[in-house]
């Protein structure tokens, strides 16, 4: 968002003035949105550490997102999730989220998948057993891609990414060729073997589109789930099993990379997703530019106006973690702290700059 639009929108709010959303007459505040922090920034040895947690409540983060990744046959260690938990628990902070990793995607069919799709029905079981109410997750294939930087504000590094003009001669990754056909044979196994078990524990399965979407199909020898269109790839996505369980850590960030016009573009695939009750977490990532031809920036730096949708979210009821995502880094500020701190705060502001705007 523009910092020159945030404070008349807000002042708006403050002194009674028409709000600007559409439909604002029949908006009601959304108290159940809130800041959350994850795995992206973590203070001291772990994210339930005390380092960690006084750092988050030093700004108001109460909800956390963990990365845990396997020990052992079988998956998480249920004690281990219900410590993270009872951490938390004891300094007033919800372990509300767990992100997966994507070992599954990259398996063809076979007994290994057969394996890893009962590892990851158990990880929900064990999930749930701590408190856990999503699990999110990001199917790489191929590494996630970035082949450029830039100085920005107070010396910053901005991360980026253009497609190479001699993309089709990349080495292929680890997964080797997967055609359209196959990647999505894998999607749909997986959702119809493991959305069940979420709805039978109660426990939300968000993916995050691959970053950057929209690559050419071939791309180190991949054609993408989310390629060449992230709009209709997350439309076929959330058909593959209809249900509330089978949703999205929406990142807006990554979402826009597939853009050509993040500004106008974004906003109709978060209303869409608003409405059907898909988005279970947020990732909030400002860019410039769009589709192969982008820098990760600060969020009120970029193309999307972030405010706009906050009243999306905020009108759509959505009840889940905002994160800041993929913040710039600086030399001073290795573990990007302080710019996630920034984040927080941004975040908060706009959630009560959106609220304020309506009974």
């Given amino acids: 968002m523009r910092r020159r639009e945030f404070a008349p929108s807000l002042a708006a709010g403050a002194f009674g003035l028409a709000p600007a959303s559409a439909g604002a007459a029949t908006s009601r505040k959304n108290l159940l949105m809130h800041v959350g922090g994850d795995y992206h ?48 628990t004891r300094v007033g ?11 599954y995607i990259m398996l063809p069919k076979g007994a290994d998948r057969d394996r890893e799709i009962g ?36 010396n910053v590094t901005y991360a980026g990414f253009k497609l190479e003009q001699d993309w089709k001669s990349l080495a ?9 056909e196959d990647y999505w044979e894998r999607i749909t196994e997986f959702l119809q073997k493991i959305i069940p078990v979420a709805k039978q524990h109660d426990v939300k399965m968000a993916c995050h589109p691959y970053d950057p979407p929209g690559l050419p199909f071939g791309y180190q020898g991949v054609a993408n789930w989310d390629s060449p269109d992230v709009f209709d790839a997350i439309k076929r996505y959330e058909a593959v099993v209809q249900s509330p369980y089978n949703g999205f850590q929406l990142c807006l960030g990554t979402v826009a ?103």
């Fill in 41 to 88: 920034s973590v203070a001291g040895a772990d994210i339930t550490s005390k380092e960690n947690l006084e750092y988050n409540l030093r700004y108001g983060v109460k909800h956390l997102t963990a990365q845990v990744r396997k020990r052992a046959v079988g998956g998480w260690d249920g004690d281990e999730l219900k410590k993270m938990r009872d951490d938390c």
């Fill in 119 to 154: 590892a990851i029905q158990e990880n929900i079981r064990k999930a749930s057993q701590a408190g856990v109410k999503v699990i999110t997750y990001h199917w790489t294939l191929i590494p996630i891609r970035r082949n450029r930087n830039s100085t920005g504000r107070g």
């Fill in 93 to 103: 902070v919800e372990f509300e989220a767990i992100r997966m990793d994507s070992d």
């Fill in 257 to 359: 990379e597939g853009l050509k016009k993040p500004g106008d573009q974004v906003l109709p695939i978060v209303r869409y997703l608003a409405e059907r009750g898909k988005i279970h977490q947020i990732h909030m990532r400002n860019i410039r530019g769009g589709l192969y031809d982008f820098q990760e920036v600060y969020p009120d730096e970029g193309e999307m106006d972030f405010f706009q949708v906050m009243r999306i979210l905020r009108d759509g009821k959505f009840s889940g973690s905002i994160c800041p995502d993929h913040m710039p880094k600086h030399a001073n500020d290795p573990s990007s702290l302080q710019s996630f701190a920034f984040g927080y705060g941004y975040i908060k502001a706009l959630i009560q700059a959106a609220n304020s705007e309506v009974s």
């Fill in 172 to 180: 292929k990754g680890r997964a080797g060729e997967v055609s359209t």
